[in-house]
């Protein structure tokens, strides 16, 4: 049985939502979906009403979903000009610098006058209503004013993370025909400068990008000189000189679209995504109120980079629709040193801080003195997303970071849903350490076996939406085909959400990883969740993955990459015990086939492991890698197929 943790009296008192107010709110948004959401979209502005509130179709053949349709509205005078009247004077963003010395606050009256003359500087540029723009930004306060300012004119942004090479950038431009790239000359990170704009000048050569790309506007960042190229480069702050500082927001229909994300899949170049203004707007909105109870005056941080949907929908978009203080933070959890992150929420006073489990075991690593040289008095509320959170990292998150006095959200959710589907509310959700636990509203999970049957009560299965809700997924950008066929082909009649994921007793949903890392050993089921975090709670160990691979008797065996704690070496003693201790966490039919001590996995630059390249290397397959261009550090692979030579 795992522990459960109740509510903490304070949080109980002060929560927007108790439990038998969530329970009453969930049904009342299943029974009566429609009211439901028509009523919600009453916390945003619309220019003209909605008549029409939900016009969906999750059938092949007629595949549609549309949210407010005939509603028209302004996704970034949401965000700004309607918290004017009364807030011009608060805090909108409060930007944390990497060098520590470094901040600024922009108050909600400055927001405007920004993202206004970012807009009449993307007029100049002759971007117009639908325009495609590619943002390649550094942390900087001018990426959100970016998203803003396109948002403001009815461009469509497309964010491409930073760390992103020029071929991958290159390749997004061209996806979706964007006449402007921004940028900014350099970006800081860990006290080290990434070359943007050198990297959009190589992917400005490629093949096929000069035929939509017009300009390149560049934010002088840290000042280092950069090539220019006199025919396709502006400099942001002449341009800004001679704008006014007033811009009308341009009236969009709720079903225009506000931004594409590229995100990867299982096959193919990445997809991608694309979000409308309205529904998606409504559900940011509606999920940064409840998950994170945010209340007026707090200091609520993420630590995502705007280069992922988590920045969009709760760095920017949920948090500026609610007339919060939302901090980013340029740098990164380890600089200067490993109390970085708790050093910024004592600066800063943060009520509510957000972040991923990789970022939380990585800390973890470095022992409890980082984080018990700081306060951390202000946190409320703790937050997690991005994979699958091990109880042991949870744990840790809890007693040391919290103090056993913060709850956590583990916030189930992807590109895809805009938003968060599957989280505890603070006020409402007893915790369950590595369960995203219970529906957010109007969301319909269901688990269905390989068929797309219904399995009913406590199991465990695919996990598939049955209903839409406002911030889903519209299509796949220039090709609705693709969108069908991944999302909607697999269960007919309902969206697939590539995971797995188990229902307990108490209809808590365990996201156990990706469908296709679950594996069949000897006829068992198990997901490599599940052992990692059997692994990672072994006190030697601070991270670990779990792959399958082709093993003669048993079907599928388990290789297991472990990366061990500061200090540590490997040993053949160590591998002995780790399979006794995986024996004794699970039992036999978990142990390991193979332990290799690794000294670092294979990450994406938005950490998570990749998982696909430790399966082809379990494979002894070297030669059919893949793609490990978007790999955060490739040499890393290099080390892992030496070392799984020599054990060979
Ligand atoms: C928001 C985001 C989506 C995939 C998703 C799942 C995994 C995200 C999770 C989680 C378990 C959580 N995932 N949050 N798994 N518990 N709380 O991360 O979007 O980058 O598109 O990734 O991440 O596997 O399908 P995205």
New binding site residues.
């Given amino acids: 049985m795992s522990k459960v943790y109740s509510v903490p009296k304070s949080i109980a008192e002060s929560a927007l939502l108790n439990e038998s107010q969530y329970s009453k709110m969930y049904q009342q948004s299943i029974d009566n979906n429609e009211s439901f959401w028509a009523e919600q979209a009453a916390r945003i502005d619309w220019i003209k009403p909605f008549k029409t509130i939900k016009d969906v179709s999750y059938q092949k053949d007629d595949l549609h979903i549309r949210w407010y349709e005939d509603g028209t509205l302004n996704v970034s005078e949401n965000c700004i000009d309607r918290h004017l009247a009364t807030r011009a004077d608060q805090v909108a963003i409060i930007w944390e610098g990497d060098d520590p010395s470094v901040s600024k606050s922009i108050t909600y009256r400055e927001l405007h006058v920004e993202v206004c003359k970012f807009a009449n500087v993307l007029k100049s540029l002759g971007v117009e209503k639908g325009d495609r723009v590619t943002l390649y930004m550094p942390m900087i306060p001018e990426a959100a004013f970016a998203m803003l300012a396109c948002a403001r004119i009815g461009a469509v942004h497309s964010v491409v993370f930073g760390g992103f090479s020029a071929d991958a950038l290159a390749g997004r431009i061209i996806d979706c025909e964007s006449k402007l790239v921004i940028t900014a000359d350099y970006s800081r990170r860990g006290g080290k400068q990434i070359p943007l704009k050198n990297n959009v000048d190589a992917a400005a050569e490629k093949e096929g990008v000069k035929e939509y790309l017009q300009s390149v506007l560049v934010i002088k960042n840290t000042g280092d000189d950069v090539v220019w190229n006199e025919s396709l480069d502006y400099w942001y702050h002449e341009c800004i000189a001679q704008v006014e500082d007033d811009c009308p927001a341009t009236e969009m229909g709720a079903e225009d679209p506000l931004f594409i994300l590229y995100?990867s899949g299982s096959t193919g170049k990445p997809k991608g995504?694309l979000h409308t203004s309205g529904g998606y707007l409504v559900y940011a909105s509606l999920t940064h109120q409840y998950v994170f109870d945010y209340h007026d005056g707090d200091i609520y941080w993420c630590t995502a980079d705007v280069g992922?949907?988590?920045g969009h929908?709760y760095i920017v978009y949920g948090p500026l629709a609610n007339g919060a203080t939302t901090l980013m933070f340029e740098g990164v959890p380890n600089y200067p040193d490993s109390s970085r992150f708790w050093q910024i929420c004592d600066k800063h006073q943060v009520n509510i801080c957000y972040t991923?489990?990789t970022a939380i075991r990585a800390l973890m690593r470095e022992g409890d003195s980082y984080v018990n040289s700081t306060s951390r008095q202000s946190l409320r509320l703790l937050g997690?997303?991005?994979?699958?959170?091990n109880p042991e990292a949870w744990q840790w998150y809890y007693d040391v970071v919290g103090e056993q006095r913060c709850p956590i959200v583990?916030?189930?959710?992807?590109?895809?849903?805009g938003g968060?589907l599957?989280?505890p509310l603070p006020g409402a959700t007893p915790l369950k350490p590595g369960s995203?636990s219970r529906p957010l509203f109007g969301i319909k999970p269901a688990l269905v076996d390989g068929d797309g049957m219904e399995l009913p009560g406590a199991t465990e299965g695919n996990l598939v939406i049955s209903d839409s809700w406002p911030g889903q997924m519209r299509t796949v950008y220039g090709d609705h085909q693709r969108f069908i066929d991944t999302y909607f082909s697999t269960f007919e009649g309902r969206y697939f959400?590539?995971?797995g994921a188990r229902r307990d007793e108490d209809g808590y949903y365990w996201?156990?990883?990706?469908v296709d890392d679950v594996l069949n050993i000897s006829g068992h089921r198990m997901g490599t969740?599940e052992i990692e975090s059997a692994l990672v709670a072994h006190q030697e160990v601070a991270e670990a993955a779990v792959v399958g691979y082709p093993h003669d008797i048993k079907g599928q065996g388990i290789y297991t990459f472990v990366t061990l704690n500061a200090g540590v070496e490997g040993s053949q003693a160590l591998e002995k015990e780790l399979v006794q201790w995986i024996r004794k966490e699970i039992g036999p039919v978990a142990s390991p086939d193979f332990i290799q001590f690794a000294p670092g996995l294979p990450k994406t630059r938005?950490g998570?492991i990749m998982r696909r390249i430790l399966r082809k290397i379990a494979e002894d397959d070297f030669a059919n890698l893949g793609d490990i261009s978007t790999l955060a550090e490739p040499a890393v692979v290099d080390d892992l197929i030496e070392n799984r030579k020599n054990k060979n």
């Fill in positions: 995100t995504v992922w949907i988590t929908s991923a489990p997690s997303v991005g994979e699958p959170i583990d916030t189930w959710w992807q590109t895809e849903t968060i599957i989280s995203a959400t590539g995971d996201i156990t990883g990706r969740a938005s998570k």
